[in-house]
């Protein structure tokens, strides 16, 4: 008799979508940083602010999507953030390069036309990124009329790469190549009037096809419950940063603080993303809006009587400046904790209204609880104010009997 042999399993089949294929890109990522340092180092743009928000953006960027690939690989917004990271830091590398081949007079070094052109890609990049907003968050199109929306983006964007690229080539075909220090391609060509509707077009087209992509997450969240309504809070949030660090960046006169800023609004929404579609603690959401809110109100409140103290004392009472400062900051501590808890209840009542009513639910049973002798209506109101509150699948009370 012959034993029956197993039956053998289906060869695995090998795609690129892989945690190792993620994890190849991010080092590639790493490479391209290290390049463009020290390109940036040779061409003298090595500059404090240009490092300090030129490496560690790009690094978070790539950082969520590795993570968010080698997770999910079937997600392709994993996918899109690295290789908006790669597709942004080769034309940077590549211009810094033609800057030190042309500009530099560096004429040793090959592939200078090749440099040229990939700095005129840089459009694919920004490009790529608001698809991010259209597939949030599971990476699928929610109806086939998206992708007649998809295919008119791309001709726009191949349009204004193809624009992009016309100096690069005109220059290399003519052997007048200009590139100033930072990179750029200098050369002018003669079709800038002949294409100047059509740019017009183009722009307009990608301007209102990413609104278009704003308007369909906002008509989601709209229609959206439960888990996805809290992705979408998530999502807004990320953005809400991002648009208000710009805002607050292009006011202040201090570059080195608009970096900062800069870089904390830029990197909000891939964070955000990131915990999404991993989803880490969806749901502190709620509270990390009302937190941000309250700290935000009270620190301006804050600062507005800190001054107000301060010009009282100095112009009005004539106090020496250190002590109408002494006094101004220990009276702004000493406001700040009643101050933070009168706006977190106002915030919470406003914005975060399910966590403000279960409080005040806690609070309605820790008031009946002083005056109840009856152990079965203290289990039973108990057992209702968890299921109000938490609202578990199933509760079960559980109580020691003493010996």
């Not at 289906?10 to 490479?31: E, F, I, K, N, Y």
């Not at 750029?184 to 002949?194: E, Q, R």
């Not at 400046?321 to 002494?326: E, I, K, L, Q």
Request: glycine share 6%; charged share 10%; with cysteine.
């Amino acid at each position: 008799m012959h034993e029956a042999q197993p039956a053998s399993r289906p060869p695995r089949a090998h795609t690129l979508a892989s945690p190792a294929t993620a994890t190849a890109l991010g080092v590639l990522v790493l490479v391209l940083l290290g390049t463009t340092a020290t390109l940036a180092a040779l061409i003298h743009q090595a500059t404090f602010l240009n490092l300090a928000t030129g490496i560690p953006i790009p690094l978070v960027y790539a950082t969520v999507g590795v993570v968010v690939a080698r997770h999910q690989p079937r997600n392709p917004v994993g996918w899109i953030l690295i290789l908006f990271v790669v597709l942004f830091l080769i034309p940077v590398d590549a211009g810094y390069y033609a800057a030190l081949r042309y500009h530099f007079a560096y004429h040793g070094l090959p592939l200078g036309p090749a440099a040229v052109v990939l700095t005129s890609l840089w459009p694919l990049a920004f490009a790529l990124f608001p698809l991010v907003i259209l597939l949030f968050p599971d990476g699928r199109l929610t109806s086939a009329r998206w992708r007649w929306v998809l295919r008119g983006y791309a001709v726009a964007v191949g349009y204004v790469v193809a624009v992009n690229l016309i100096p690069a080539l005109a220059g290399k075909v003519g052997h007048d190549i200009g590139v100033n220090s930072s990179g750029n391609v200098t050369y002018t060509y003669h079709l800038a009037p002949v294409l100047g509707a059509l740019n017009v077009v183009a722009y307009l087209s990608i301007g209102v096809i990413w609104l278009s992509f704003v308007g369909h997450q906002v008509l989601s969240w709209r229609r959206a419950s439960g888990e996805s309504r809290q992705q979408l809070k998530w999502l807004a949030c990320g953005g809400a940063i991002t648009l208000c660090a710009g805002l607050l960046g292009s006011a202040l006169t201090s570059a080195v603080a608009a970096s900062r800023l800069l870089e904390v609004g830029v990197t909000a929404m891939p964070i955000a993303i990131g915990v999404v579609i991993l989803k880490y603690r969806l749901y502190d959401i709620d509270r990390i809006i009302s937190r941000t809110l309250a700290y935000t109100i009270v620190t301006g409140l804050l600062v507005g009587v800190y001054a107000g103290l301060v010009l009282l004392a100095t112009q009005v009472l004539t106090i020496k400046s250190p002590v109408a400062v002494a006094v101004s900051t220990l009276a702004a501590a000493a406001l700040f904790s009643p101050l933070r808890r009168r706006v977190q209840r106002a915030v919470d009542r406003r914005f975060n209204r399910a966590r403000y009513n279960a409080d005040q639910t806690v609070a309605a049973f820790a008031v009946r609880l002083k005056d109840a002798v009856d152990l079965d209506t203290v289990q039973d109101d108990l057992a209702r104010v968890v299921q109000r509150v938490l609202e578990p699948a199933h509760l079960t009370l559980w109580i020691s009997e003493s010996r």
